[in-house]
């Protein structure tokens, strides 16, 4: 891709925004960057406009637009630009073209980050020079800034991220699972699973897909590897916490971390994607060892008076909130709540009559969740995690979970799901 003195609009000053910009800069572009909100730190020597208008977008009159994923391609903001320019691209899409070792892909609404975090922990272990990066961990942008650049990509694919892929090709593509989603951004759940398609779309039959078994999937140009939970015919399978290869026991997930039934499945596919790659089954096993997973995903918190406190602030969609719920044995008092996405908690019914004996709900869908909730289960508002935790104290025996699992974002009172995690271990913390 040549950029000698093509002139580039990078829209969005976070970490990718910043990586694509010095990426572009050092291949011969002009650059600029530009953000539509006020900026406090700005070291780098690229110029940059914050408070960025539709005016400033007809003065530059870009070539070439790369978006960071924060960016909706279709405000007025960024239409502004795009109006004018030759070529319009995602920061993931921009770097890929740069990068000529092999790429681990991972898409799916839920276990991104888990197991992009895995993948990457078993190819070190593996001997290979590796990165969990894209939406999780560092910019592919920023890993092609240093001297010794990776072997190999573990490379996590949000759909926003996906939506402006034209050339990206994966080796292996990673497909989890697919459950609505992001609909405060997108117009349709189907306009969401397209986006997300586009990870098999440049893949070929040299190349590999793991996916979940009994997804809906058009067909697929790469080989076909898949797992399950379920009992569904697959490549592999997980039974009572093992996993089986054609019937044969591989691992028992009760010698790891990740025991819990979401994260069998982030297991397999992780296995999956670097036996593709030619890993031995023994590296991948003393890899899973040793792994710990990221933090806010379903992770223990403390044992007080016999309650397990659980955090999965992760949870930030009903598919992720129902699989942290499905994974819990003891009686559950469930803490929910954050911004409105616009998602319908009614499917939930079945399965909080079931495993939860009450629910404290919060933020800016209290509400709708009050109201979905309460005619089943015993349902409290709370105006704050401390608050919600307190009550929750309340409510536990002996023997039960409070999980934290909000099931929507976390925008409307924090920064991000980590922020709000942290404000709930604080507070659980805090308990005498």
């Given amino acids: 891709m040549n950029l000698q003195s093509l002139k580039v609009a990078i829209l969005g000053a976070g970490r990718s925004g910043k990586a694509a910009a010095l990426l572009a800069q050092s291949r011969g572009a002009q650059v600029c960057v530009f953000d539509s909100s006020p900026l406090k730190d700005w070291e780098e020597v690229i110029p940059v406009i914050q408070n960025a208008t539709v005016e400033d977008?007809?003065?530059?009159?870009?070539?070439?637009?790369?978006?960071?994923?924060?960016?909706?391609?279709?405000?007025?903001?960024?239409?502004?630009f795009i109006s004018q320019a030759q070529e319009v691209m995602g920061e993931f899409e921009f770097s890929s073209r740069f990068f000529t070792g092999k790429i681990i892909a991972i898409t799916g609404t839920n276990g991104k980050t888990t197991t992009t975090a895995l993948?990457?922990?078993?190819?070190?272990?593996?001997?290979?020079?590796?990165?969990?990066?894209?939406?999780?961990?560092?910019?592919?942008?920023?890993?092609?800034?240093?001297?010794?650049?990776?072997?190999?990509?573990?490379?996590?694919?949000?759909?926003?991220?996906?939506?402006?892929?034209?050339?990206?090709?994966?080796?292996?593509?990673?497909?989890?699972?697919?459950?609505?989603?992001?609909?405060?951004?997108?117009?349709?759940?189907?306009?969401?699973?397209?986006?997300?398609?586009h990870i098999f779309d440049n893949q070929t039959p040299a190349d590999w897909a793991v996916?979940?078994?009994?997804?809906?999937?058009?067909?697929?140009k790469a080989q076909l590897l898949t797992f399950t939970t379920e009992g569904l015919p697959a490549t592999l399978?997980?039974?009572?916490?093992?996993?089986?290869?054609?019937?044969?026991?591989?691992?028992?997930?009760?010698?790891?971390?990740?025991?819990?039934i979401h994260n069998s499945e982030n297991v397999m596919a992780?296995?999956?994607?670097?036996?593709?790659?030619?890993?031995?089954?023994?590296?991948?096993?003393?890899?899973?060892?040793?792994?710990?997973?990221?933090g806010h995903r379903c992770e223990l918190v403390r044992t007080l008076d016999g309650v397990i406190w659980l955090n999965d602030s992760k949870a930030t969609n009903l598919h992720a909130l129902e699989a942290a719920i499905k994974s819990q044995k003891a009686p559950v008092v469930l803490i929910a709540g954050g911004k409105d996405k616009g998602l319908d908690y009614h499917p939930l019914i079945p399965l909080l009559k079931q495993k939860a004996k009450a629910a404290i709900v919060f933020g800016q869908i209290?509400?709708?969740?009050?109201?979905?909730?309460?005619?089943?289960?015993?349902?409290?508002?709370?105006?704050?995690?401390?608050?919600?935790?307190?009550?929750?104290?309340?409510?536990?025996?002996?023997?039960?979970?409070v999980l934290f699992s909000p099931g929507t974002s976390s925008f409307d009172m924090f920064s991000g799901y980590v922020q709000r995690g942290q404000a709930y271990r604080d507070a659980v913390l805090a308990l005498p």
């Fill in 366 to 401: 209290h509400q709708q969740l009050y109201d979905t909730f309460s005619p089943h289960i015993p349902t409290y508002i709370e105006q704050n995690i401390p608050g919600c935790v307190k009550h929750a104290q309340q409510l536990a025996n002996c023997g039960d979970v």
């Fill in 270 to 294: 992780a296995y999956l994607a670097c036996r593709a790659l030619g890993i031995n089954a023994s590296v991948i096993c003393a890899a899973l060892k040793e792994f710990v997973p990221p």
């Fill in 119 to 197: 993948v990457a922990k078993i190819l070190q272990k593996a001997g290979f020079r590796a990165e969990a990066c894209g939406n999780y961990g560092i910019p592919v942008s920023e890993l092609l800034l240093r001297k010794d650049v990776p072997e190999i990509l573990a490379l996590e694919a949000s759909s926003f991220q996906l939506a402006s892929v034209q050339q990206f090709h994966p080796d292996v593509a990673i497909w989890l699972n697919f459950a609505p989603d992001h609909l405060d951004r997108y117009v349709s759940v189907e306009e969401y699973y397209q986006d997300k398609l």
């Fill in 57 to 80: 977008a007809l003065r530059f009159h870009p070539e070439l637009v790369i978006l960071s994923p924060g960016v909706d391609p279709k405000c007025e903001f960024a239409q502004a």
């Fill in 211 to 220: 996916v979940r078994a009994g997804e809906s999937l058009p067909p697929l």
């Fill in 237 to 260: 399978s997980c039974e009572n916490g093992i996993i089986m290869d054609h019937g044969q026991p591989i691992i028992d997930l009760k010698e790891t971390a990740m025991s819990q």
